[in-house]
C-alpha cells in the first residue's frame, strides 16, 4: 500500500511562487508514475503534471510553462514547482501514484485520474489577486 502525503500548501500573492512536495512510502520503493492534479469545489479533478521513475514528464494542457515537476527517487518524493502563481491555480493539489506503467499509454500521464490508483489528503494553495 502506497501512501502519499503533501506538504507546502498556502496562501501567498499573485505573481509569487510555491514549491509543493509529496513524500511516498510504501511497497514499492519507487512507484512507476508519479503525478500531480488539482481540483476546486464543484468541479472535476485537473491533471497538472506527471513524472515516470525514468524521469520523462507529461503536464496538462493548460500547465505548461508555469508549472514544473520534478522527482527524487531516492527519496521517494514528488515536488511540484509553481511560478508566477494565478488566482485561478487556487486549488487542493493532490499527489497521485500508480505501481506500474499503464500498458495503454506511452508513458505516465495527467490525462485520467483513473490511470492512479494511490492519492494523498491534497495540500490547499490559496492565490490572492
Known amino acids: 500500500q502506497v501512501q502519499l502525503v503533501e506538504s507546502g500548501g498556502g496562501s501567498v500573492q499573485s505573481g509569487g511562487s510555491l514549491t509543493l512536495s509529496c513524500a511516498a512510502t510504501?511497497?514499492?520503493?519507487?512507484?512507476?508514475?508519479m503525478a500531480w492534479f488539482r481540483q476546486v469545489p464543484g468541479k472535476e479533478r485537473e491533471g497538472v503534471a506527471a513524472?515516470?521513475?525514468?524521469?520523462?514528464?507529461s503536464y496538462g494542457d493548460s500547465m505548461k510553462g508555469r508549472f514544473s515537476v520534478s522527482r527524487d527517487n531516492e527519496k521517494n518524493t514528488l515536488s511540484l514547482q509553481i511560478n508566477s502563481l494565478k488566482p485561478e491555480d487556487t486549488a487542493m493539489y493532490f499527489c497521485?501514484?500508480?505501481?506500474?506503467?499503464?500498458?495503454?499509454?506511452?508513458?505516465?500521464?495527467?490525462?485520467?485520474?483513473?490511470?492512479?490508483?494511490?492519492w494523498g489528503q491534497g495540500t490547499q494553495v490559496a492565490v490572492s489577486s
Open positions: 513524472m515516470d521513475s525514468d524521469g520523462r514528464t
Open positions: 510504501g511497497p514499492p520503493d519507487v512507484s512507476y508514475c
Open positions: 497521485a501514484a500508480r505501481k506500474t506503467k499503464p500498458s495503454w499509454r506511452l508513458t505516465c500521464s495527467v490525462v485520467g485520474d483513473q490511470d492512479y490508483d494511490y
